[in-house]
């Protein structure tokens, strides 16, 4: 994270491959943010609001979209979604009159290229948001105050984030995370949405989505997208294409600070139920029976007695970035069984 420098060239990568058609202008399957800040859709992580994730009920896990009167309000809601982020949340997408600057006749002053909008067609008086419309500005008062995380801190704590002189900010990466217990596959009425058991990559099938868009509420990241042009719910494939070829997907691929890498983490699947349930604060305790360190030998020898290949067990500097956070530095992760870190 600290190395990402927040150059988009991952949203671009993936943006030119995947989203660069007629009902997808919207869509960023990969995202860079400025945190603190709003984030995109705006204030994305306001599960309140939006009702995305898991909670636990009743000691039982269930949908945040079931609260309430639950599989009532659900069926009550189904042909309208409540907790849906709008246009608004998300930024009208537009390009400009580019030919104008070619066109335009001889004259005293030099012509400018106007907004248009890619939903109406329209001229757009003026721009209002865009994916990343606080880029660098995550200690603004505009920005920072709308970021759910900071629900929490005192005015005057709120206020420090403001002074410019102790302004600090960071870039967030974002792709769908890929969940162990996905939100949005257990969510999707057509049971169109799956998670491949080759490689843990969630997948919506086009053929059987009928766009009730609850992947879109349910997931907490809001990393699902409605296609208005097809009718049809997009996300981000993990590009697949590629994965199964061998190569790396688009946007580690174009990293320029290549802070992003490919590969297997292992977990406990007897696992995932108890750990979705467990507390913020004893996730550091089970984190590390849940997912055992791959150069460690007991866990080398077991995974080569399941199938595995050695070269694809990992145990190698980069690999063990991913764990050292977790087990040696004590930093909890979010249990993707419930609201969805990659694994």
């Not at 059987?208 to 907490?220: D, E, G, L, N, Q």
């Not at 590629?242 to 802070?259: D, F, K, L, S, V």
């Not at 696992?271 to 004893?282: G, Q, S």
Request: some cysteine; proline content about 8%; hydrophobic content about 30%.
């Amino acid at each position: 994270m600290d190395k990402c420098i927040g150059c988009h060239t991952c949203s671009v990568s993936c943006k030119n491959v995947w989203t660069s058609r007629r009902g997808a202008e919207y869509m960023w399957w990969n995202n860079v943010e400025t945190k603190p800040g709003a984030g995109y859709p705006l204030t994305w992580e306001d599960q309140e609001r939006y009702r995305g994730g898991w909670e636990v009920s009743g000691g039982n896990l269930r949908l945040k979209l079931l609260k309430g009167p639950g599989k009532i309000r659900t069926l009550a809601n189904i042909f309208f979604q409540p907790n849906l982020p709008t246009i608004d949340d998300y930024y009208e997408p537009f390009t400009y009159d580019y030919q104008h600057l070619f066109n335009a006749p001889a004259g005293d002053d030099q012509p400018v290229a106007r907004p248009k909008s890619l939903i109406t067609g329209d001229f757009m008086e003026k721009i209002i948001m865009g994916p990343n419309w606080d880029d660098d500005m995550g200690g603004s008062p505009l920005y920072a105050a709308n970021d759910p995380n900071l629900k929490g801190l005192s005015e005057s704590q709120k206020e420090m984030l403001t002074k410019f002189h102790k302004l600090f900010f960071f870039y967030l990466p974002r792709i769908c995370n890929h969940c162990l217990n996905p939100a949005c596959v257990a969510s999707c009425p057509s049971g169109a949405i799956y998670k491949r058991g080759e490689d843990g990559i969630v997948l919506i099938d086009q053929d059987t989505c009928r766009a009730w868009r609850f992947c879109v509420s349910a997931c907490p990241y809001k990393k699902p997208y409605y296609n208005w042009a097809n009718g049809k719910s997009e996300k981000c494939i993990f590009c697949y294409p590629r994965t199964e070829t061998g190569q790396p997907n688009a946007c580690a691929h174009a990293c320029t600070g290549r802070i992003r890498f490919v590969g297997v983490l292992f977990y406990d699947a007897d696992r995932i139920e108890e750990v979705a349930k467990t507390p913020d604060e004893r996730l550091v305790d089970v984190d590390e029976g849940h997912n055992p360190r791959p150069e460690r030998p007991e866990v080398i020898e077991e995974r080569q007695e399941a199938g595995h290949r050695r070269e694809l067990i990992g145990g190698q500097p980069r690999t063990s970035l991913a764990y050292n956070p977790l087990q040696e530095v004590e930093i909890a992760s979010e249990p993707s069984e419930r609201s969805g870190r990659c694994r």
